[in-house]
């Protein structure tokens, strides 16, 4: 975050040098006010470039043993170009060299899956999931170990969890 924060001034601090330069050779005739235009026109460029590129940046730092399943795109109010163009917020992976079938039952498989969401800092959270690839039921495993029934949810055979675990 504090690198982003530098980056962002300088943005701001050259947009308004350009102002500057644009000033000088007009003569001073182009009015005071396209400098803090430009300054703040630079810096949220860039944080909106930051956005835009969160995503790809982040993936292209992952293990090639990390696969994405799913990604997630949100349309925020105050950012109304997301309406138009929204991007990725946050994104999961399955850890492929984590899949073990370890259970006494060979269609349930143990994975951990990752959680990747863009705040002002970025966030990362783990969970170790249980995965009937029979039921295609998904069950995620609490703190103590034990599978938390009430969060089950059931896959669709197309989900891109389900054929990355169960390799269908």
Known sequence: MFWTF????????????????????TAKRAPKWIIPVFAGAGM?????????????HKRSLLPEEAVVVNTEQEKIFFRPWTFIFPY???????DVA?????????NIVRF???RFSQTVTDAVSHRVHLINCQSRELVPLGSDGSPR???MKL?????PLYTTVCGA
């Not at 308004?16 to 050779?25: E, F, T, V």
């Open 112 to 114: 951990t899956l990752y």
């Open 44 to 56: 949220l460029g860039y944080l909106i470039y930051g956005e835009y590129t969160w995503y790809d």
């Open 149 to 151: 029934v009430d969060n």
């Open 98 to 106: 984590s899949i073990s079938k370890d259970t006494p039952d060979s």
């Open 6 to 25: 530098v980056a962002t001034v300088f943005c701001g601090l050259g947009a308004a040098g350009i102002a500057l330069g644009i000033r000088a050779a």
């Open 155 to 159: 896959l669709n055979l197309q989900d």
């Open 88 to 94: 990725v917020t946050a994104f999961s992976t399955v």
